[in-house]
C-alpha cells in the first residue's frame, strides 16, 4: 500500500497549494466577507465536490488520456498558465483586488447559487487540474498496490487538507479583512505577494516539460 512517505509528500504539496491564493480561495473568501460565514461555508461544499469530481477521475486514470495524448495535456497547462498570469496581473495592476480587501458591494446569493459556484470554480481551477493530473500521479507506485486504491487515497488526503485550510479561511476571512481595512500598506504587500507568486506559478507552467504520469 502507499507509504507514509508519499502520504506526507501530497499533504505537503496540497497545503503549498491551498496556501497560495487562487480562484477557490479569492470565491470563498469574497463570499465569506458579503454575506457571512455561513455562505462561504455552502459554497465550500460546492468546492468540496469538485474535489471528489477530480478524484473520481483521477481514479479512473485519466491521466493516462493525457500521456497518451500529450497535446492535451499542454494545452491544459498553457490554458492554466494564461490564467494564472490573467489572475497576477488583476492584483499588481493599479486598482487591483486582494483576496482579503475590504468587501465591495455584491448581490445575496442563494445557497444552490453559492453551492453551484464553488463547484464550478473549483472544476476550472487550473491548480487543482494540475494537482490530480501531474503531481499526485508521480507518489503512485505500480508495484504499492492497486494503482486506483493509490489514487483514492491519496487524493483524499489533498481533500482533507484543503478542505481543513479553506474552512478556516472563511472563518476567519471577516476578522482579516476588517484588520486589513485600516492599513492600506498591509493591503498593497497582500497584492504584491499574491501577484508575485500567481505570476512565478504561470511562468513554471508555462516552461514545464514534464508529462503527466500513467497511473
Not at 503549498?16 to 462561504?40: D, K
Not at 492535451?72 to 498558465?81: E, I, M, N, R
Not at 476550472?124 to 489514487?151: C, D, E, R, T
Not at 511562468?203 to 503527466?212: F, G, K, M
Amino acid at each position: 500500500m502507499t507509504d507514509s512517505v508519499a502520504v506526507l509528500g501530497v499533504a505537503a504539496i496540497a497545503l503549498g497549494m491551498v496556501l497560495t491564493p487562487g480562484p477557490n480561495m479569492l470565491y470563498l473568501v469574497s463570499r465569506s466577507i458579503t454575506q457571512g460565514r455561513a455562505a462561504g461555508l455552502v459554497s465550500l461544499a460546492g468546492v468540496a465536490l469538485g474535489f471528489l469530481c477530480y478524484l473520481a477521475a483521477a481514479a479512473l486514470g485519466i491521466s493516462a488520456v493525457f500521456s497518451a495524448v500529450p497535446q492535451a495535456y499542454t494545452a491544459l497547462k498553457l490554458a492554466g498558465a494564461c490564467y494564472l498570469g490573467w489572475m497576477a496581473w488583476q492584483a499588481l495592476r493599479p486598482g487591483g483586488h486582494a483576496p482579503f480587501a475590504p468587501a465591495r458591494a455584491l448581490p445575496r446569493d442563494s445557497s444552490a447559487r453559492l453551492f453551484l459556484m464553488g463547484l464550478t470554480t473549483n472544476l476550472l481551477n487550473p491548480k487543482i487540474a494540475v494537482m490530480y493530473l501531474a503531481l499526485i500521479p508521480q507518489f503512485v507506485h505500480p508495484g504499492a498496490g492497486p494503482v486506483w486504491v493509490q489514487s483514492l487515497l491519496l487524493g483524499s488526503v489533498q481533500i482533507v487538507v484543503a478542505l481543513t485550510v479553506n474552512a478556516l479561511i472563511v472563518c476567519v476571512a471577516g476578522t482579516v479583512a476588517t484588520f486589513l481595512s485600516g492599513r492600506p500598506a498591509w493591503l498593497r504587500a497582500q497584492k504584491f505577494v499574491m501577484g508575485s507568486v500567481l505570476g512565478g506559478l504561470a511562468v513554471h507552467l508555462a516552461l514545464d516539460r514534464a508529462r503527466p504520469a500513467v497511473v
